[in-house]
């Protein structure tokens, strides 16, 4: 699976974005997908994920009732819709995949690039 993600760029707080994640391979229904995000100097830390077929879904506490992650299996796509974004939000933002269930440590097979997200104050 290869992962691509996009959809970030600079925003004002309080704004929105939705970042996208498209997966090449027939196998993506078969992943459960996560996004991941890390600031300047600071770890990696967990976001949202979301199993393979969509029913379940985990957020982390900071961004809980304001992200919402999804999934079109059709389309080999996960999505993080961020609303109300604040300045500590401000990281690059990794899609990543793993057969089987998701988790929040990190352990994923396969990761995107990344995406800057930027939310000035």
């Known amino acids: 699976v290869q992962l691509q993600a996009s959809g970030g760029g600079l925003v004002q707080a309080g704004g929105s974005l939705r970042l996208s994640c498209a997966a090449s391979g027939r196998t993506f229904s078969r992943h459960a997908m996560a996004w991941f995000r890390q600031a300047p100097g600071k770890e990696r830390q967990f976001v949202a994920a979301?199993?393979?077929?969509?029913?379940?879904?985990y957020y982390a506490d900071s961004v809980k009732g304001r992200f919402t992650i999804s999934r079109d299996n059709a389309k080999n796509t996960v999505y993080l819709q961020m609303n109300s974004l604040k300045p500590e939000d401000t990281a690059v933002y990794y899609c990543?995949?793993?057969?089987?269930?998701?988790?929040?440590?990190?352990?994923?097979?396969?990761w995107g690039q990344g995406t800057q997200v930027t939310v000035s104050s």
């Open positions: 979301i199993n393979w077929s969509g029913s379940a879904t």
């Open positions: 990543a995949a793993r057969g089987g269930y998701y988790n929040t440590y990190g352990d994923y097979h396969y």
